[in-house]
């Protein structure tokens, strides 16, 4: 720019020159020739032909010059050359050499020959170097994973094994076999390695059919997509590597923009699943599915613990079924198509004909004139003369599927019997837990029999009139029930919020919540300000009681110090749950990512904490919450490590968040009409009607108290909420068979029993095996019911 045309003309002819001048210089030619000949493949193979001629010409002179020939090669010109070179190309040509030869030539044909046999280790070395090189490139390039009718899942996790032992329950309670894909950004032989270590020991064992296979490659780029045979898969899951919430559900979008980008041909046929964090990550995912023509479900199972979660610590008997209920390991809903064996059939006549099973409900789906279903609707508990109609499904709790045997009027099966592999290894399971457990826990809760304040502060009836009595025995039940709640260890804000939103609705006003965290105090208060908009009416975040509603306090110390849980009102506390304390991280990487090392970090400090709250409080109730897949096994394992056996008489509910979350999205997986029911279980919409709940023994056989809009939250063990219905008993414990209370529950109230609470075992048993030979009920068991609902899906 700026130049006259003379000048252009002058630098147009002369920079080609200048440049041709300084490429001749010797410091740059020597540096072009290296690079040719050490940088690129052909100048290699170009120098090591250098260097075999000069092997050859050194040899011919060598041999010509300083040896005396032998019988078969003189030292002439033409034998020098063909002696250097077979004994260069031939190690074994030195062997033809007769042992009476002068040590000077048998000296030179032995130099010659190893020179020979280094130069070709070499040269071969680099031939087999490039071929291996250009085979890993074509196989890059074009390998695949044939398969038909698989799972897909796109990206490894903390959750991925635990999703993959789900689905392998989940394949086996079908009795079909299955291929599980997975891919992931880890190295492939790392990834096999952690399957290895994690299922060669898993009881019971994985079913030879299931094959578990793994690739090497990012979820966002098409190309690695469409070589997991993605268009002929059953479902696809989609999971994020991020431990935050918001960067999860970004990961994710990303996968599923992927997936909606791919050809025709490669489009996704089956059901794809997403996994997300946060209200608006689903939210974004619905209006995706409005300019989508496959519809992607997401499944908020981080929301759904929360209230497991919340359930546990507040309802410990319902907690504990839902525990149970979401895993496919043990008792789990499931489907039955209603076969000529039920069509025609009222639901009272069906109650007795499952006897491995518990009869809840129907999915009732009608068919239009066209034949098409036309609407869908799920009914708990429905009434005894409701007629089972052709396209109907009946609702189930059982071990599996194939535990769901009809038998006909008279108690015989209508078929064969089959009771599959997994089903016989629980009732091996049973018959042994009944033999070693031991009664660890005292019957009634010890906090219900402390005269603390809060029992001083009740007020009398003796004075006044009867209706002013009874007002103030009400205002001082719901005192006792004003609960405090313990919090110990901080995770993200906005799991964090979702969990106060939880406990903020299953909490009486007036109730408490105390954190306590290495985190500054300020950052935790301003994290859940700017997180909690939609429900601040709710909670006062700044320590007091906003309109008698649930209260939050903060507590600044380390969850690693015994030292800091003198802060804490562990003397009022009817609950704490306990988290590793992210505070405690070295980098930043723990905290916006999944790394295995990371996770069992975060749950050391769990146990670490849990064991000093539980020397500080030993009659507490205590919900810690792991998330390793270690720790799963020593769970599985009932390992009194775990639970802190032994150390006070309170109780430790132990929880495991992606055992949990996992078992959600693999209930989506096989039916998404099941992820329906356990929303409606965990809807907290209303609390008093609560869908699932428990009931003492003593207060349900005295008087059936269980109509429909009564809260029981209460019951006989720790728990919060309003109080349950009371009664007497009156004389001993009933003997009476399950079926006997679970007809009984549904004549009087219409709500389905699934279970108990046996207080001399400590334990909640659903469908018990033995439903028709008499127990003994003891006052301080437990009910577990569903209670009688309609709602469409």
Known sequence: TGMSLDQLNLFAFKRPRAIGTHLLKPSKLWEITTAVFFGTSTGQYAFLSLIAVVLLIVGTFVWRLGSDGTTDFDTSLDHSIWLSYTTFIDTGTQTGVPAGESERTKFIVVVLSGLGFVFNLTFLSVVVDNVRTLLDRLYTRYSQLFAREHVVILGWTSKTLFLVNELISMFADNGGEGDIIIMGNTSRYEMLRSIELTFRRRNPPKPRGVRIRVWEGDSAEEDDLTRLSINTARFVVCLAESEDPRMADAQVLETLLSLQSLDDDDQVTGQMIAEVR???????????????????????????????????????????????????????????????????????????????????????????????????????????????????????????????????????????????????????????????????????????????????????????????????????????LRQTVLVI?????????????????????????????????????????????????????????????????????????????????????????????????????????????????????????????????PDLRIVPVYEDILTHRLI????????????????????????????????????????????????????????????????????????????????????????????????????????????????????????????????????PLKKRVPRRWRATDELILLRAHAAST
């Open 636 to 767: 599985t394992r009932d390992s009194p490590l775990v639970v802190n056996d032994g150390i006070g008489a309170g109780e430790t509910a132990v929880l495991h968040r992606n055992s949990l979350e996992t078992g959600l999205i693999a209930m989506q997986a096989d039916d998404p009409t099941l992820v329906f029911v356990l929303s409606q279980l965990l809807a907290l919409d209303d609390v008093a009607g609560q869908k699932i709940f428990s009931v003492p023994f003593e207060a349900a056989l005295a008087d059936m108290q269980l109509t429909a809009g009564e809260s029981t939250h209460g019951g006989g063990r720790a728990g919060g909420g309003a109080p349950a219905p009371t009664g007497k008993l009156g004389t001993s414990p009933a003997e009476m068979t399950f079926d006997a209370m679970s007809a009984r529950v549904r004549d009087f109230a219409g709500h389905v029993l699934i279970g108990y609470f046996d207080s001399a075992l400590e334990k909640v048993v659903l469908n």
């Open 278 to 480: 946060t209200p608006d990550g689903r939210d974004v995912v619905n209006q995706l599915n409005k300019h989508t023509t496959r519809d992607v479900l997401a499944v908020q199972s981080a929301a759904a613990l929360d209230k497991v979660l919340a359930f546990t610590a507040l309802m410990p008997s319902v907690g504990e079924s839902l525990v149970e209920l979401i895993s496919f390991e043990r008792n789990n809903f499931f489907f039955e198509p209603a076969d000529s064996r039920m069509v025609g059939k009222t639901f009272g006549n069906l109650v007795a004909r499952f006897p491995y099973c518990v009869l809840c409900g129907v999915h009732s789906r009608p068919l239009g004139a066209d034949g098409k279903t036309k609407g869908s609707e799920i009914v708990i508990a429905p009434s005894a003369d409701r007629v089972i109609q052709p396209n109907d499904r009946i609702l189930l709790v059982g071990v599996d599927s194939q535990s769901a045997i009809v038998v006909n009027e008279s108690g015989v099966p209508g078929g064969r019997v089959k009771v599959s592999h997994r089903a016989r290894h629980h009732l091996s399971r049973l018959v042994w837990a009944l033999h070693v457990f031991r009664q660890r826990r005292r019957q009634a809760r010890r906090l219900r029999e402390k005269e603390d304040t809060r029992s001083r502060a009740r007020p009398s009836v003796a004075d006044g009139a009867i209706e002013g009595a009874l007002e103030a025995l009400r205002a001082a039940r719901e005192f006792e």
């Open 489 to 617: 260890g901080w995770r993200s804000a906005r799991e964090m919020a979702d969990l106060v939103a939880v406990l903020s609705k299953m909490l009486l006003p007036g109730s408490e919540i105390h954190f306590l965290s290495a985190v500054d105090e300020s950052v935790r208060e301003a994290a859940l300000r700017s997180e909690m908009d939609i429900f601040a009416a709710l909670t006062d975040l700044a320590g007091g009681i906003l309109n008698n509603a649930v209260s939050i306090e903060h507590h600044k110390g380390s969850p690693l110090s015994a030292e800091a849980y003198n802060r804490l009102p562990i003397d009022d506390a009817a609950v704490a749950i306990v988290f590793g304390d992210r505070a405690a991280a070295a980098n930043a990487e723990e905290l916006t990512s999944y790394s295995e090392s990371a996770a069992r970090l975060r749950d050391a400090r769990t146990f670490h904490s849990t064991t000093l709250l539980r020397k500080a409080a």
